[in-house]
């Protein structure tokens, strides 16, 4: 998950913690709403998986608790680094992609 704290852009000012938002839907925004996604699937297949085997008893909510703990504490190292941008959007689109992959772990398991 290096890829969350490689520098994407120029140093900028900061509007607060989480709440870099997008002034308006760009193509740009949408890909990377889709990439957040994308990146944060196989986590949610990986936390499913380990929940389902060491016998928790509900390993899709430990998944999205656990997803969602991760993609805040990303977004909050994010946010000290001058060349990221930190934002509830980023948190939704992980926590949706965790929850995504954690689906598909538990359908593919399903006889």
Do not use: C, K
């Not at 000012?13 to 839907?25: C, D, M, N, W």
């Not at 986590?43 to 909510?61: C, D, E, H, Q």
């Amino acid at each position: 998950m290096a890829i969350l704290v490689v520098p994407i852009s120029r140093p900028h000012v900061r509007h607060g913690y989480l709440r870099e938002f997008p002034q308006s839907i760009t193509r740009r925004f949408i890909a990377d709403v889709g990439m957040n996604i994308l990146l944060f699937v196989p986590l949610g297949w990986g936390l499913y998986r380990t929940a389902r085997r060491v016998g928790v008893r509900s390993p899709m909510l430990v998944a999205g608790v656990a997803g969602a703990l991760f993609s805040l504490t990303m977004e909050t190292v994010q946010y000290v680094l001058p060349y990221r941008y930190s934002s509830m959007v980023d948190v939704a689109a992980d926590t949706l992609g965790v929850l995504l992959g954690a689906s598909g772990e538990a359908v593919s398991r399903r006889p």
